[in-house]
């Protein structure tokens, strides 16, 4: 059973608005994560690394939406630069 999908302004804008909390949602989680790595770094890199696959999702996850939704992931992007770089430097660290 499908639910029937009305393709209007209102909708598209409620929609984006549930996507955008969620892209947020996860992006905090993900920043407290890294925030305790910082303090504690992991004793596996296999764990960094899997940082870095959920940024990319949560990246792949955000252009789906701009494209679908126009919404906007601008910021996001830039965050998850941020973030990718500090994790790639946590593995370097760990490789040293």
Same mark, same amino acid.
């Given at each position: 059973?499908?639910?029937?999908?009305? $393709?209007? @302004?209102? *909708? &598209?804008? !409620? #929609?984006?608005? %549930?996507?955008t909390?969620?892209?947020?949602?996860?992006?905090? @989680?993900? @920043? *407290?994560? %890294?925030?305790?790595? =910082? &303090?504690?770094?992991?004793?596996?890199?296999?764990? +960094?690394?899997?940082? +870095?696959?959920?940024? *990319?999702?949560?990246? $792949?996850?955000?252009k #789906?939406?701009?494209? =679908?939704?126009? %919404?906007? =992931?601008?910021? #996001?992007?830039?965050?998850?630069?941020?973030?990718? !770089?500090? =994790?790639?430097?946590? %593995?370097d @660290?760990? !490789? *040293?």
């Amino acid at each position: 059973m499908s639910l029937p999908v009305h $393709e209007s @302004q209102d *909708a &598209s804008r !409620a #929609l984006g608005a %549930i996507a955008t909390a969620s892209l947020k949602a996860e992006l905090a @989680q993900l @920043q *407290a994560e %890294i925030a305790a790595f =910082v &303090s504690m770094l992991p004793e596996r890199t296999s764990t +960094l690394t899997r940082r +870095l696959e959920a940024f *990319a999702a949560l990246r $792949e996850r955000a252009k #789906l939406y701009w494209s =679908v939704l126009a %919404i906007t =992931v601008t910021d #996001l992007d830039r965050q998850l630069d941020e973030m990718s !770089a500090r =994790v790639e430097g946590m %593995i370097d @660290q760990k !490789a *040293a």
